[in-house]
């Protein structure tokens, strides 16, 4: 599997959790970011197959 593609299930999760206990304010920010970092990722992986 992808390492773009962990990383997002990652996130989501990561995410879903922050929202669902709001006292872990800090794990939905590192979800996020993981989100954001994971898809950069993959459009750059994208970027590079198409040249």
Partial sequence: MAL???LIIIAVVMV???I???AAKI??????ALLVISLI?????R???RT
């Fill in 4 to 6: 773009w593609l962990i």
């Fill in 47 to 49: 970027m590079r197959s």
């Fill in 16 to 18: 879903v959790l922050g």
């Fill in 27 to 32: 794990i939905l920010w590192i979800g996020i």
């Fill in 41 to 45: 990722g993959w459009l750059v992986g």
């Fill in 20 to 22: 669902a206990i709001e």
